[in-house]
């Protein structure tokens, strides 16, 4: 079993960065791949990125096209936590996000996370 919360949300104003974070427990993080989802108001959740590391070595990392060169995936072993840092927010980047686990391989999918957190809310004003 795999506990996670995330935390660093907030209100932002467009174009300023955020970085969230997702703090696990229970069982050795590092084992599993990491995944950030966003659900809108009104929208599905979608896939933001996934991460798959171990020690201090990524070995892959998986970002979604809508997000891809302003959001940063990483993961500090010694932490047990993973990161997203989020670059040139737009209004559009307004959500609940959400930290998520599954066993290998990485996947896109939210089905196919077994762990969740309860999501940080950010929100981004224009």
């Known amino acids: 079993q795999v506990q996670l919360v995330e935390s660093g949300g907030g209100l932002v104003q467009a174009g300023g960065s955020l970085r969230l974070s997702c703090a696990a427990s229970g069982r050795t993080f590092s084992n599993y791949v990491t995944g950030w989802f966003r659900q809108a108001p009104g929208k599905e959740r979608e896939f933001v990125a996934a991460?798959?590391?171990?020690?201090?070595?990524?070995?892959?990392?998986d970002y979604a096209d809508a997000v891809k060169g302003r959001f940063t995936i990483s993961a500090n072993n010694a932490k047990n936590m993973v990161y997203l840092q989020i670059y040139t927010l737009k209004p559009e980047d307004t959500a609940v996000y959400y930290c998520?686990?599954?066993?290998?391989?990485?996947?896109?999918?939210?089905?196919?996370?077994?762990?969740w957190g309860q999501g940080t809310q950010v929100t981004v004003s224009s």
């Open positions: 991460i798959r590391w171990s020690g201090g070595f990524t070995y892959f990392a």
């Open positions: 998520a686990a599954r066993l290998p391989p990485t996947a896109r999918l939210a089905a196919m996370y077994d762990y």
